[in-house]
């Protein structure tokens, strides 16, 4: 009994370790970014439309149905 309590303390021990030590994702980067700059940030259908914008920057981020992930990125520079 002793040893089933150990390895199922152990596993989870394991488990919580890799997770929290997991990278962030590309989204994950640019709206922590956008975040820290202050940005204006707009949800839409639940998560699958993020649109962010600041004085000098608009991100969108538009993830589809297939779990698929993409980022566009406009400065006033670039506009």
Do not use: H, P, W, Y
Not at 29 to 56: C, H, L, P, W, Y
Request: aromatic letters at 4%; charged letters at 45%.
């Amino acid at each position: 009994m002793k040893k089933v309590i150990f390895m199922t303390i152990m596993a989870l021990f394991l488990s919580l370790s890799f997770t929290s030590c997991r990278e962030q994702t590309e989204k994950e980067k640019v709206i922590k970014e956008m975040n820290d700059q202050g940005a204006e940030v707009k949800v839409k259908r639940d998560g699958d439309k993020i649109k962010m914008e600041t004085d000098d920057k608009k991100v969108k981020i538009k993830t589809d149905s297939d779990g698929d992930v993409k980022i566009k990125k406009k400065t006033k520079d670039n506009e």
